[in-house]
């Protein structure tokens, strides 16, 4: 039986009924999830039921390596003893039915996944699909949303179209958390280098090109600073107008995939110091990367 999408928005994200992921090993099945992919850039699967094992298994079916060079590896121990499974969470592992108190590094270094930002963007290779489930969701509302990258770039103007062409951009995990004045250590820094990657995607399956910008965009190779900073907060503040964006409000047990390549997404702000939230991530990796991109070697480091 084909896949059912029903639409959610009227230019990206579709919403998969009657399919359990962690059963579906038919390979032309595969083929249209990764083609419903192409066509929506995300896609909620609702009522899943995955333990870790079958997520990580599913992840790799459906489009190969996974990433596990998390940013956050930087600066705790993965709670489950394993990297490419993402703690997408404000568990203390001390603790599990307590929330991460305040202050504690970990909660102020997540605090960034509240800004306009794509996974893995600072990886060579990047992010390709991250599959988000669901395990505990509060009483309050706590969402992820999305920006359609795509739909962005087509409404620029000719002339902004022609201006970004060719930018190359160096992407930072450190950028983005120091924008919120969380530092890294001189050590930890030297891990997460970041990469580099046309600003500017091509997507030849469906004809179509994407902005490809988040919260970990720094620079742009061969402009000033100022100029180059200027130009990606424009850009986000353009791609995340209201009708670019779709708001997700979480089920337990939804898994949302999408394409890293083609959006970008944030979570909305809750009281997470009296309520629990927990999700977990997998993350794959575009296998073979851009051939423009590159992992980051400039003198210029973190920024
Ligand atoms: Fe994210």
Do not use: C
């Not at 600066?75 to 404000?90: M, P």
């Not at 962005?152 to 002339?159: C, E, I, M, W």
């Not at 969380?182 to 469906?206: C, D, L, T, W, Y």
């Not at 090109?209 to 965009?217: D, P, R, T």
């Amino acid at each position: 039986m084909p896949l059912q999408i029903k639409s959610l928005h009227p230019s990206f994200m579709g919403e998969v009924s009657d399919i359990s992921l962690k059963d579906v090993f038919d390979e032309s099945l595969l083929a249209e999830i990764r083609a419903g992919m192409d066509k929506y850039g995300v896609l909620v699967f609702k009522d899943q039921q995955f333990d870790d094992d079958e997520h990580l298994a599913f992840a790799r079916r459906l489009d190969g390596e996974l990433h596990a060079k998390t940013g956050s590896r930087t600066i705790a121990k993965n709670r489950f003893g394993n990297e490419a499974l993402t703690d997408i969470s404000n568990v203390d592992p001390t603790d599990e039915n307590d929330v991460l108190k305040t202050n504690d590094r970990r909660r102020l270094y997540s605090l960034a996944n509240r800004l306009w930002h794509t996974d893995a963007s600072f990886e060579y290779p990047a992010g390709r699909y991250s599959m988000l489930y669901a395990y505990v969701i509060p009483p309050v509302s706590a969402d992820t949303q999305f920006a359609d990258m795509r739909t962005a770039y087509d409404r620029l103007d000719a002339q902004m179209k022609e201006r970004i062409d060719g930018l190359m951009v160096h992407h930072s995990i450190a950028y983005s958390r120091q924008t919120l004045g969380f530092e890294f250590s001189p050590e930890e820094a030297a891990k997460i280098q970041g990469a580099v990657h046309p600003m500017v995607r091509e997507f030849p399956n469906v004809g179509r090109k994407g902005l490809y910008l988040a919260s970990h965009a720094a620079s742009i190779e061969g402009m000033a600073l100022p100029e180059a900073r200027l130009l990606i907060k424009q850009l986000i503040e353009h791609a995340t107008r209201d009708e670019f964006v779709y708001n997700h409000a979480w089920t337990t047990r939804d898994l949302v995939i999408w394409d890293n390549r083609a959006t970008m997404h944030r979570a909305t702000p809750f009281d997470d110091q009296n309520h629990l939230r927990e999700l977990r991530r997998v993350t794959t990796l575009e296998i073979p990367p851009l051939e423009q991109s590159r992992a980051f070697d400039g003198v210029q480091g973190v920024h």
